[in-house]
């Protein structure tokens, strides 16, 4: 069964304290990674969609990174404002085959980040 | 570009009443729009999957006579909570896919709906 299984649940920085988030998953064939930003109350942020191992992709202080089993969320020197719950997901799968556009979210990690 | 609107971003309602929210991609049109149900701190939950013109797909354990959705057009999706009832209470995230200029992959998401029964 896909699944997609992020760690820590929470993470507590300082501010300039460089740490990452994890992503894994298990879906037969990966069609894209995506992670999301969402803040308290608010509809998740799309941030970025990486599709084969290796790739990596940059916003700001945020840069994620993906293998064949996993997806890192790299943050570097983090301030307040990075504070929120970060969400990654993969495509949902039919059969192993098709594109549902449906998306397997995991449980977020929830970041705060102190002055 | 890629922004969703959802209206209202809160009600409060009796229960037994019915409530509509809407969901509208602002900048491009949706092949697909998601209904999402999210309660306190945890992650999103799919409740249905809706494509312009035709039925809705509902999740296991949803109930489409409850949650009434309506995909009018390209960029315009409405979900109907229908008796509402205090359990109904929760944020509602609708979110849409592209059709064409933005990826087709990527979900965008609305705002949110706050839902209070009392």
């Known amino acids: 069964e896909d699944q997609v299984t992020q760690s820590p649940e929470a993470l507590r920085l300082q501010e300039g304290e460089s740490s990452s988030l994890n992503c894994s998953y298990t879906?037969?064939?990966?069609?894209?990674l995506f992670w999301y930003r969402q803040d308290p109350g608010k509809g998740p942020e799309f941030l970025f969609t990486l599709y084969s191992a290796g790739e990596e992709k940059e916003k700001e202080r945020l840069k994620a990174t993906l293998t064949k089993k996993e997806s890192f969320l790299h943050i570097t020197a983090p301030k307040p404002e990075d504070s929120a719950t970060y969400l990654c997901?993969?495509?949902?799968?039919?059969?192993?085959?098709?594109?549902?556009?449906?998306?397997?979210f995991g449980q977020g990690t929830t970041l705060q980040v102190k002055p | 570009g890629a922004v969703v609107s959802q209206h209202p971003s809160w009600v409060i309602c009796k229960s037994g009443t019915s409530v509509k929210i809407e969901c509208r991609s602002l900048d491009f049109q949706a092949t697909t729009m998601f209904w999402y149900r999210q309660f306190p701190k945890q992650s999103l939950m799919l409740m249905a999957t809706?494509?312009?013109?035709?039925?809705?797909?509902?999740e296991q354990g949803v109930e489409k006579d409850k949650f009434l959705i309506n995909h009018a057009s390209l960029t315009l999706s409405t979900l109907t909570v229908t008796s509402a009832h205090p359990e109904d209470s929760s944020f509602y995230i609708c979110s849409a896919n592209g059709l064409q200029g933005i990826s087709t992959d990527t979900q965008y998401f609305g705002p949110g709906t706050r839902l209070t029964v009392l």
């Open positions: 809706s494509n312009e013109g035709s039925k809705a797909t509902y």
């Open positions: 879906v037969s064939g990966l069609r894209g």
């Open positions: 997901a993969v495509p949902k799968e039919l059969n192993g085959s098709s594109n549902t556009g449906k998306l397997i």
